[in-house]
């Protein structure tokens, strides 16, 4: 059983998909970030970073518990646990550059793109503009590879396509004020269409909708999310 310490944000939101598509079960364990939870000292004790998301795998590769951590070390373990969506042996060069190309690129330069638009003071723009740029770039380098390729990597759908669906379904906060954001990359729309249209997508999407997660952007979210932005923090 995995049990699975999760918000509804990005990069839980791939391995939730990875979680349906294998048809692993799995043990929801909300994790509040608004209200700080993923701070205490029993989740600090199997994320030390104190993000999510994160798993333990109660039949771990000794047969005890197995913590990991990072979106990206999960859909590789877990992959590799089921044995599926790893593409073929040869692609794992590829598969290995895309994911972490997600993990180190697109992945940060777009949450960074959102704080700086949603979350930040207003007056900073410059920041604003490097983070968005680099937000679009890398959805051009993504969707310059994906011309006349159906999936990131070789021939079949995989881990890499999932982790890219994690964030660019936050594309409409990630571009603020574009209509249809991925227009301007119609083959990174098109994987993106078609990973969303998979059913596990839809129950993805479920995964702890009944939460009542916190809401409110106060000031007690802020010192919960932004912990480093204050001079009291640890």
């Known amino acids: 059983m995995i049990r699975f310490y999760f918000h509804p944000s990005p990069n839980p939101a791939k391995v939730a998909l990875l979680l349906e598509e294998a048809g692993i079960p799995y043990e929801v364990v909300p994790v509040d970030t608004s209200k700080g939870e993923q701070h205490s000292p029993a989740f600090r004790a199997i994320n030390p970073n104190g ?3 994160a798993i333990v795998d109660t039949e771990g590769p000794d047969g005890g518990e197995a913590r990991v951590f990072d979106s990206t070390a999960i859909l590789l373990y877990l992959a590799e646990k089921s044995g599926q969506f790893l593409g073929k042996p040869a692609d794992r060069p590829e598969l290995l550059s895309w994911l972490l190309f997600i993990a180190s690129g697109l992945g940060p330069y777009s949450g960074q793109s959102v704080h700086f ?3 930040a003071p207003e007056g900073l723009g410059y920041a604003v503009n490097r983070y968005r740029r680099e937000a679009e770039r890398h959805y051009r380098v993504l969707d310059d590879h994906l011309a006349g390729r159906d999936f990131i ?6 881990i ?16 603020k004020g574009e209509v249809d954001p991925l227009a301007p990359y119609p083959h990174l729309k098109r994987l993106f269409e078609r990973v969303d249209a998979r059913p ?18 106060d000031e007690a979210t802020r010192r919960a999310l932004f912990p480093s932005n204050y001079p009291d923090a640890r």
């Open 51 to 53: 993000k999510v998301p």
């Open 117 to 119: 638009q949603f979350a």
């Open 153 to 158: 990597v070789g021939e079949s759908y995989t």
């Open 160 to 175: 890499a396509d999932m982790s890219a669906w994690g964030w660019l379904d936050r594309a409409s906060r990630v571009l």
């Open 200 to 217: 596990a997508a839809a129950r993805a999407r479920a995964v702890a909708k009944d939460h009542p997660f916190k809401r409110d952007n």
